[in-house]
């Protein structure tokens, strides 16, 4: 017997028109692109496959399997066809917001929330929420209602009840005079922009004193004194030397408002 030891080995090269250079005969390249995927990581370096070779592919983050299968095989020199689509994930709602709601761009990764508030309140947090791969970020933002400062006094006037603040938006107060005429809004409210609709009223005028009928003698003095807030206008002290009558008639002193 005679053995024949070759002395060469032959490669059969197959060489593709305008190709960039020799493959060898039923073998892979590169798996094709897929739109919303990529490759499993341990294909991700891999540019040459042997026939039967398979890749896994995977959505890309942010990305869930709507249909079809996540794999491909070599055959022939050619992969199979990838049937796989990906979407984007639903982050559903963002939540609900109390006196607001939500403004939403979609649901789906890659979109926003943004919190709005009801006409008189404000928005307390951050506004806007993003649809990421695990959901909403960030927490519901919370809408509290606007809120007017306190209200100075008005001098000889009061309001119509009592009302403790804080006072809130679309609180109305109402005015009214112990002495003299009221000159402004009789009522004003509280306005969305945290801000009274009008300044508090004045009152103003002069109180005058009765015309009080009392005894006095010839010498006897009278002397008035104004409520707190008042200026005496004309003489504060009267007396009684200038009438021949015991009895004086007081209506000549007034009080103003200053």
Not at 3 to 26: A, E
Not at 168 to 184: A, N
Not at 194 to 222: H, N
Request: hydrophobic share 30%.
């Amino acid at each position: 017997m005679v053995n024949i030891t070759p002395s060469k080995i032959y490669v059969l090269y197959i060489y593709c028109q305008n190709g960039p250079s020799p493959f060898p005969l039923g073998r892979c390249r590169v798996p094709p692109y897929l739109p919303n995927a990529h490759l499993s990581d341990r294909y991700i370096t891999q540019t040459d496959f042997g026939p039967g070779e398979w890749v896994r592919y995977s959505c890309a983050l942010g990305y869930v399997r709507a249909r079809g299968t996540y794999y491909s095989t070599c055959v022939s020199g050619k992969w199979t066809p990838v049937t796989l689509r990906c979407e984007r994930k639903s982050c559903g709602s963002a939540g609900e917001i109390f006196y607001g709601d939500f403004i939403y761009t979609g649901v789906k990764f890659g979109d926003t929330a943004t919190g709005v508030c009801n006409e008189g309140y404000q928005l307390v947090g951050r506004d806007v929420r993003n649809c990421l791969t695990d959901g909403w970020d960030g927490r519901v933002p919370v809408c509290e209602a606007v809120q007017c400062p306190e209200l100075p006094k008005v001098v000889n006037g009061e309001t119509n009840g009592y009302l403790e603040p804080p006072y809130f938006y679309s609180t109305v107060i109402g005015y009214r005079c112990r002495v003299g005429k009221l000159i402004g809004a009789r009522e004003i409210y509280c306005t969305k922009d945290g801000t009274w609709s009008d300044p508090p009223p004045e009152c103003k005028g002069s109180k005058s004193f009765s015309r009080a009928r009392m005894s006095l003698k010839f010498g006897d003095s009278v002397t008035f004194v104004c409520d707190r807030g008042m200026v005496m206008d004309g003489p504060g002290t009267i007396t009684n030397g200038l009438l021949p009558f015991p009895r004086v008639n007081v209506s000549n002193s007034e009080c103003s408002i200053h």
